[in-house]
Nanobody, 124 residues
């Protein structure tokens, strides 16, 4: 059974940085993708960054391109999101997600079938 557990959220001032970590267990799909998503109160969940599991190809939403960096450590089964130059509009619950489908790199919520419980990021 696939389990995803996020950590690293917190409160930070605008311009600051945070690093999110997702520990994955039971996930062995090498031809798919993992990603980070976020959801602010009253808004739909949106994709932030994705990375292919068989390579290091990455994809970012326009709103975070150049500020956030997604990476993975296959040996540790961990996924990371380095968030720099944070803005108040980045405030949201952040979720780690993984897909078991042989899909191309995507930020489509419907593609991902495994989700973590989320970690809160607040930027003031």
């Amino acid at each position: 059974q696939v389990q995803l557990v996020e950590s690293g959220g917190g409160s930070v001032q605008a311009g600051g940085s945070l690093r999110l970590t997702c520990v994955a267990s039971g996930y062995t799909y090498s031809s798919s993708c993992m990603g980070w998503f976020r959801q602010a109160p009253g808004k739909e969940r949106e994709g932030v960054a994705a990375i292919s599991t068989g390579a290091d190809t990455t994809y970012y939403s326009d709103s975070v391109e150049g500020r956030f960096t997604i990476s993975q450590d296959d040996d540790k089964n961990e996924l990371y999101l380095q968030m720099d130059s944070l803005k108040p509009e980045d405030t949201a619950m952040y979720y780690c997600a993984a897909s078991s489908r042989p899909t191309g790199l995507t930020l489509s919520v419907s593609t991902y079938n495994y989700w973590g419980q989320g970690t809160q990021v607040t930027v003031s």
